[in-house]
T-cell receptor
Framework: GAGVSQSPSNKVTEKGKDVELRCDPI?????LYWYRQRLGQGLEFLIY????????KSGLPSDRFSAERTGESVSTLTIQRTQQEDSAVYLC???????????????FGEGSRLTVL | AQSVTQLDSHVSVSEGTPVLLRCNYS??????LFWYVQHPNKGLQLLLK??????LVKGINGFEAEFKKSETSFHLTKPSAHMSDAAEYFC?????????????FGKGTHLIIQP
């Protein structure tokens, strides 16, 4: 597609349920990032994929969070046993490669707003 | 280690007046600096970037920013605000020592344009 696509745009779930958030990056972009944006806060890095290399998971806040990416295409962020503190907008971004990413050339999706009741 | 501080959480200006969004940074390396804009319910969009070339950087929509090493600042300005400028603005720092998470985002400044 023309841009980064994320789904669902909004998700309301009950505490303790699992959720899956999807990101479809720009075609040809080898780098993919997940960020969390809490209300009134900056973006918090979660995880990074670059091509077929092992992902950088250093930003994942707990073992309830995981993400997968198939090749250089779609990525799924999974949150297990959701807690109210997980409520946030989850943003996905892609870049041509890691160098482009560090040069700020990130293209963001519109985000998935997660509300945990 | 690197960090970025956006000095104002909210800035309100009248349409047609100048805009100033302040950003200070700290970095152990030679940093690259960026401003991103996020309109309501939209993804972030790169507004402009500094990567050790000219210290005065021009971006889209009439915005510009000046890198001042002595003040560790990278303030965003625009001579005349337009209603369409109302959005959230993020200052971002990236240093050459960073890895995948080498980008550090500020907490954002909400720009309000009064008619």
């Amino acid at each position: 597609g023309a841009g980064v696509s994320q789904s669902p745009s909004n998700k309301v779930t009950e505490k303790g349920k699992d959720v899956e958030l999807r990101c479809d990056p720009i075609s040809g972009h080898t780098a993919l990032y997940w960020y969390r944006q809490r209300l009134g806060q900056g973006l918090e890095f979660l995880i990074y994929f670059q091509g077929n290399s092992a992902p950088d998971k250093s930003g994942l806040p707990s073992d309830r969070f995981s993400a997968e990416r198939t090749g250089e295409s779609v990525s799924t962020l999974t949150i297990q046993r959701t807690q109210q503190e997980d409520s946030a907008v989850y943003l996905c971004a892609s870049s041509l490669d890691s160098l482009a990413g560090l040069s700020g050339e990130l293209f963001f999706g519109e985000g998935s707003r997660l509300t945990v009741l | 280690a690197q960090s970025v501080t956006q000095l104002d959480s909210h800035v309100s200006v009248s349409e047609g007046t100048p805009v100033l969004l302040r950003c200070n940074y700290s970095s152990s390396y030679s940093p690259s600096l960026f401003w991103y804009v996020q309109h309501p319910n939209k993804g972030l969009q790169l507004l402009l970037k500094y990567t050790s070339a000219a210290t005065l950087v021009k971006g889209i929509n009439g915005f510009e920013a000046e890198f001042k090493k002595s003040e560790t600042s990278f303030h965003l300005t625009k001579p005349s605000a337009h209603m369409s400028d109302a959005a959230e603005y993020f200052c971002v720092v990236s240093d050459s020592g960073g890895g995948a998470d080498g980008l550090t985002f500020g907490k954002g400044t909400h720009l309000i344009i009064q008619p």
